[in-house]
């Protein structure tokens, strides 16, 4: 009898997160300020974020132990199920073996709540009171209400308009767990307003949002802020991921030759795949493939450029050597709303330029008829973002039994689609429009990149 799913006991859950710095052949170049161009100083960043997570940003320590307390709310979900897909495999006819590693069974529905806890939780021992932050279709923001609400810390999220305006649920899932939801572009900092008076009707976008919520932590005090995706200590956490499916690909007698996920920030992705890609940095499975998935709407990995950019709009954050869209990047309103960001993580894109990492990028259409095909399958109906890792997965399998090769191929399903109806209800019925990204525009951004005073 084939397992379907592999579990771990709560006592298995991972006791240290896993800090790929420490395995890097070498260092990651170091973000910088937007005036000076020399690299950010620790100081420079605690108006910011807590002392522990500007610490963690930098280390170079292999292992980060996890808190107790983190620990503790981790196993209100976690450790989470690995699955097998079994019954995928057949509808494909592929030798191939599926797995897939379910982010879904969280409260807010998704991986974010690995990273929000933590942050709230150092953001608390610091003293802080209240937390900002940015989201775009609602994940991230609903997954730090939550997690603010556990440690007793107040929340304001700037969500971006349009999805304010037409995904009403996160918002409410928000409200629920205690937390104020402002649509984005506001009236409430001086950037929102400068960005209303150019344009009233302004839809917004998440660099928008990012540069409000900075501005919102900075002007009040024990104020600070939170970033989702993106950062080290962001995809650091997430390492609790890959350090379970590490476990249970071992209990399953499998070791994967494939690693795919979606990537909008880069952190769900890059959670699943550290931990294996640590076997790949220091040469003990040389062979290891992985493969992140986009758009081909916001096609950051597989069209934009490997420089330096700012992270949000108004160009507050330090600048951060990744590939990019450009910091001025207005995003085609597909419906993986995770997935529009400009940028990526310099982690995962350092691991992209040296080639140790590949990525892939699709169309919507094709993505939500592979997540339909794993919904008849296997049950589950994904997130519009996660269906770009089963779109992968699926090709990598028909390629599979096309060659006859018995590849394990594991992906992280980042998150379950049950909020996001309405993109689906599109799909189903045929109202989807494909669209990719100009060449154009990438070159026109190019143009608009920040560049250093002479
Ligand atoms: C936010 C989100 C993503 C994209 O963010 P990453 O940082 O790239 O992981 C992917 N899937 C789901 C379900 C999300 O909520």
Known sequence: MERLKYLLDEEELPRAWYNIQADLPTPLDPPLHPATWQPVKPEDLEPIFPREL???????????PIP?????????????PLYRAVRLER???TPARIYYKWEGVSPPGSHKPNTSVAQAYYNMKEGVERLTTETGAGQWGSALA?????????????????SYDQKPYRRILMEIWGAECVPSPSSRTEYGRRVLKEDPQNPGSLGIAI?????????????????????NHVLLHQTIVGLE????????????????????????????????????LTGKKPELQAFSCEPKACPTLTKGIYTYDHGDSAGLTPLLKMYTLGHTFVPPPIHAGGLRYHGDAPLLCKLTREGYVGARAYHQNEVFEAARLFARAEGFVVAPETAHAVKAAVDEALRCRETGEEKVILFNASGHGMLDLAAWDAAIHGKLVDFEYPQELVEKALRELPRPRS
Not at 68 to 80: A, G, I, K, N, S
Not at 247 to 274: H, K, T, W
């Open 245 to 280: 499916a590490k476990r249970q690909m071992e209990m399953a007698g499998d070791y994967p030759d494939v690693i795919l996920g979606c990537v909008g920030g880069g952190s769900n992705y890059s959670g699943l795949l550290f931990p294996f890609l640590a076997d790949k």
């Open 146 to 162: 939550f997690a603010t609400m556990l440690f007793g810390l107040k929340c304001t999220v700037y969500m971006v308009r349009v």
């Open 91 to 93: 509808l494909l006819k």
């Open 54 to 64: 500007i610490r963690q940003e930098v280390s170079r320590e292999r292992w980060i």
């Open 68 to 80: 107790e307390e983190v620990r503790e709310v981790y196993r209100l979900w976690r450790p989470t």
């Open 211 to 231: 540069s409000e919520a900075i501005e919102d932590a900075v002007t009040h005090p024990h104020t600070k802020y939170s970033l989702g995706s993106v950062l």
